[in-house]
């Protein structure tokens, strides 16, 4: 720790993480682990597949590669540090490496909440204007909507990293969760936090209501035209085709509101614990199931894939 300003600045924090549950921590590391190396085996398996089929070269597939690319990043943010201090005695991480990994945590969770609203767009220009679908969403407005994702993602954290590093922090040190979050260092700053408060509200209103806003609105533009087919066959494939997206976004913003709205004493009890891993954790992990368990495109795409490698 060093002195200024009659401040005791903190130079780490103790991340207590599950050590309060010593029984079952070989059993808690064990899961952590094949979760996390399953999330990483999906969705790259995912990005690979879509790369590599011609067939697959859709704006689509174009918006799930890069939602596996952010699940990975959001994941990778905070699971391996998680399970390289499950057996340390001292589970520590600097005030420098608990503001980067809260800044990646943060860009890719505010990035995916951005390309949810536009795989929503996109599922409304394929399902209201079939016919002008591909003039619509072309790969340079794909592009463009995908770098106005990580950059509004980018911005939004950056700005909540700004603000974090304002505050003082002078003791206690110990955060009881597994990673860095905003609940966590708010509730350790000694000094005022009522303007990082006023910018957690505001991003919430942005990236959470806003995008919330567009997407319901989109699917009321897209259940519209959806009663518009005259076939029930039709229909049903067209309720289908928005079957993965609905469930994605569903499990996304109804964990995320449930873990930040039930929190307590800084979102560090037990229960916070273990209700963030649903959101941080299996979340990234059932992503590319969603997608691709009732999807035909991939598993046609799969089975091409198997035939390549069988006949090398």
């Known amino acids: 720790m060093t002195e200024g300003r009659n401040i005791t600045e903190i130079t780490q924090f103790l991340l207590l993480g599950f050590s309060d549950f010593p029984r079952i921590t070989a059993l808690l590391f064990v899961t952590f682990l094949l979760t996390y190396v399953i999330t990483l085996t999906w969705n790259l398996s995912l990005i690979i597949l879509i790369k590599m089929d011609p067939h697959l070269h859709t704006p689509m597939y174009f918006f799930l590669s890069n939602l596996s690319f952010i699940d990975l990043c959001y994941v990778t943010s905070t699971i391996p540090k998680m399970l390289s201090n499950f057996f340390k005695k001292k589970q520590t991480m600097t005030f420098v490496g608990c503001i980067v990994q809260y800044f990646v945590f943060s860009t890719m969770g505010l990035s995916e909440s951005c390309l949810m609203t536009a795989m929503a767009y996109d599922r409304y220009a394929a399902i209201s204007n079939p016919l002008l679908y591909s003039s619509v969403i072309s790969p340079t407005l794909c592009v463009g909507m995908m770098l106005g994702t990580y950059t509004a993602g980018l911005t939004g954290s950056l700005s909540q990293v700004c603000a974090l590093l304002q505050l003082h922090f002078c003791g206690p040190n110990v955060i009881r969760h597994f990673f ?133």
């Open 180 to 312: 860095c979050d905003m609940p966590q260092l708010l509730h350790l700053s000694c000094t005022d936090t009522f303007f990082v408060h006023v910018l957690t509200v505001i991003l919430t209103m942005i990236f959470g209501i806003a995008n919330v806003l567009a997407i319901v609105t989109s699917y009321g533009y897209i259940v519209r035209s959806i009663m518009k087919i005259t076939s029930a066959k039709g229909r049903s494939k067209a309720f289908n085709t928005c079957a993965s997206h609905l469930t994605a976004v569903s499990l996304f913003y109804s964990s995320s509101i449930f873990v930040y709205l039930s929190s307590s004493s800084g979102g560090s009890s037990a229960f916070d614990r273990f209700a963030s891993v649903f959101y941080t954790v299996v979340i990234p992990m059932l992503n590319p199931l969603i997608y691709s368990l009732r999807n035909k495109e991939i598993k046609g795409a799969m089975r091409r894939m198997s035939k390549k490698i069988g006949s090398c």
